[in-house]
């Protein structure tokens, strides 16, 4: 695994993922090329390859 500002090799505890994980899945939720692909897919079914 990788991302965050933490020291290689330091253990982290499921909430700190989490935590991460919600950080960037919020900002790539928030990407208009995603709402985009969000709206497609709401509306047709498929994914919209774009």
Known sequence: L???QI???SQVDEQW???LE???FV???Q???TQ???VAMLKTGK???N
């Open 2 to 4: 990788c991302g965050g």
């Open 7 to 9: 020291e290689r090799g």
């Open 17 to 19: 993922l989490l935590d």
């Open 22 to 24: 919600r950080k960037h």
């Open 27 to 29: 900002a790539l939720a």
């Open 31 to 33: 990407m208009p090329k």
């Open 36 to 38: 985009e692909r969000i």
């Open 47 to 49: 994914p919209l390859r």
